[in-house]
């Protein structure tokens, strides 16, 4: 398949090659007829990309203040890295989708292969939507009209909160496209309606779709215009799907409405409100989130979950299905609003033109390679590589943010062989592989993982995967490497751990370990060092300023994610299973007490280890914290000496005899030597760098702490 992506660091629009989607529970692959270019939300999208880092900066004020406090606590070269790498990540272009489904996934009730829907899949030739995002096209509507649903269901979604009734007068400042859907969709709703903009020929379509006109370009007032419209008594209510810096279309909005008027901001302005003009009026003003009720609900959206007709009339799928019956009906008419067409294999034309011509409008892009030609699992990436068959030679299932910034830089500065970059939506791994030097791209992740050519998988995929991706490379007889968790419960983590077993037993011996990378950092390493002259137990406290992460994030979901003292607090048990050196006999946990306004307790939470030698220790892990004090704290106390290690970065002695500190130019939490030591145990033919024990002792005692804190 081929997909429109936009360089968010130097501005560059592409059309890319990749793997087509593999179907996933709850979605519709989708093959591509037609899209609709935003040219509102995509142009400013272009821009941002096109802008210096200087501009981005002032676009984005709220990240500088977070780039700052970052700088702060993890220094400045891990900062540039992080903010490099966020630019470096290619943002896919489109939102307005036609097509029709080549395959639905399980759970899917309502579609079937052969159906003709439209979505909110990207500018791409086949796409994977969940269903509650699709919805199906009446006959009577055409591929082109249908492309135009998604922009005139978010207008649609403004009016809606709105509330307006028959024969109420009503104003809609910035008629571009989604202005002037909304303009047909007032009118439908038996409202007068007074359209302002500066462009004339804009204005000219909105009065054909009966409105009166306000040009500001002509100087006209706009309060003027609207009282004179609402015949003095101040209209109703005022819809805003301008795009702009400046507050006028709020005040103006204020000042032309009536006692108690309505005031939506669909789009995007200045938000500098006179208290004056909304406190005299009571006016009400609210901003609209895009296609309704579901929006950035991951329950509604990911996993299907519609909310009850009963309670929540129009979500943002019912609202597609009432702008396409709108268009079965000619009561919504797009036609006029079409002013480009480009074939899909020339969309960067299609958005050059987008940034030239800032009079376009409905600029479509048409789909006519034959369905069966999109539909290809593997592509290749880099031509004429070969592979030592006596080295690690690896293939990647995942390429999210960690294993791009992270886990894919560190095994090819160790040296691996990259065979195949394995994901679910395919783009990731082109975007990541192509750049690091993989062969291929896939979305067959099995027949990766049973690819005799490759020896070793790492898997970096969300944390509910993990557990059968180990056990099916285990049983393809492959070394495995897997990030954090192992498995998020006992049945799984039981299933990993007798597949090794089995393959140990009969000879098969692969190595499995778990991207515990701290106890792999320069200065971990050398705290251990340090410890080993130290013959009685020791004593740790570990902080762990972990930051909040939302009750709806996939990380907090128990199923999903495991949690995050499954999902994340399992590294500082490692840690100091490591630096203790001796096995945990006990754990015991204890979480915040429920609390109102306090969504997620369990990831404030303190975990003390029993150690067979006497050790003990504590791991606080909270995430109620400042984002200015630093994310990580390890201190040890023995024999009457102390080590403090702050944020991987500073690490002091007290009282030790030769050694008071220990600081690093650049943050370095081990990423970088884990892989290193993997890949070497496996080419030397050495034992796994973390032991086997080790791994599954870790694994169980943060399922059992978690279990505890649960219970609680």
Known sequence: MKQVLQDMREGKTSLTSAPCPSCTTGALVINTSKTLVSTGTERMLVDFGKASYLQKAKKQPEKVKMVI???????????????????????????????????????????????????????????????????????????????????????????????????????????????????????????????????????????????????????????????????????????????????????????????????????????????????????????????????????????????????????????????????????????????????????????????????????????????????????????????????????????????????????????????????????????????????????????????????????VTRHNSHASFVEAALKAGKHVFVEKPLAVTRDDLNKVQEQFQANHESGVTGHVMVGFNRRFSPQVQKMKELLESVNEPKSFIMTINAGAIPRDHWTQDIEVGGGRIIGEACHFIDLMRFLAGSKIMSVQARRMGDAPGVAVTEDKAAITLGFADGSFGTVNYLANGAASFPKERVEVFAAGRVLQLDNFRKLRGFGWPGFKKMNLWKQDKGQGACAAAFLGAIEKGEACPIPPKEIFEVARVSIEAAEQLRSQ
């Open 69 to 459: 406090e970052k700088v702060q606590t993890d220094g400045l070269m891990t900062t540039i890295d992080a903010v490099q790498s966020k630019l470096a990540q290619p943002f896919l272009l489109g939102y307005c989708n036609v097509g029709v489904v080549s395959e639905v996934g399980k759970g899917v009730d309502n579609f079937q292969a052969g159906s003709r829907v439209v979505s909110n899949g990207p500018h791409a030739d086949v796409v994977r939507v969940p269903q509650n995002l699709c919805a199906l096209i009446p006959d009577s509507v055409s591929d082109e009209e249908a492309s135009f649903t998604v922009v005139a269901s978010i207008g649609l979604q403004g009016i809606r909160l709105a509330e307006p009734t028959l024969g109420e007068s009503f104003v809609v400042t910035g008629v571009g496209l989604i202005g002037l859907l909304t303009v047909q969709l007032l009118r439908a709703h038996g409202c007068r309606v007074l359209a302002v903009d500066f462009d004339e020929s804009k204005l000219a379509l909105a009065c054909e779709f009966g409105a009166k006109t306000c040009n500001l370009a002509k100087g006209e007032d706009p309060v003027a215009a609207g009282m004179a419209f609402s015949r003095g008594r101040g209209v109703d209510g005022v819809i805003i799907t301008a795009s702009t810096k400046s507050t006028d279309p709020v005040t103006q909005a204020a000042r032309m409405s009536r006692k108690r008027g309505r005031i939506v901001l669909v789009g995007v302005t200045g938000l500098e409100l006179n208290r004056a003009d909304f406190y005299e009026k009571e006016l009400s003003f609210q901003v609209s989130c895009s296609y309704g009720p579901g929006r950035y609900d991951p329950a509604y959206e990911e996993q299907g979950r519609d909310y009850p007709l009963g309670f929540v009339r129009w979500t943002e799928q019912r609202n597609f299905e009432a702008v396409l019956d709108m268009m079965a009906s000619g009561q919504l008419d797009v036609k006029p609003l079409i002013t480009h067409r480009f074939d899909f294999e020339n969309a960067t034309e299609a958005y050059e033109t987008l940034s030239s011509d800032k009079t376009a409008l409905g600029i479509l892009l048409e789909y006519k390679g034959a369905p069966e030609s999109r539909q290809v699992r593997t592509v290749t990436l880099n031509e004429g590589i070969t592979f030592n068959p006596q080295k690690s030679v690896v293939g990647f299932v995942g390429a999210g943010n960690y294993a791009s910034r992270m886990l894919i830089p560190a095994f090819k500065a160790a040296g691996a062989q990259f065979h195949s970059i394995a994901t679910s939506g395919g783009i990731n791994g082109v975007i990541h592989g192509e750049k690091a030097g993989f062969a291929e791209a896939t979305t067959n992740t099995q027949a990766m993982i049973d690819n005799p050519d490759i020896n070793t998988i790492v898997i």
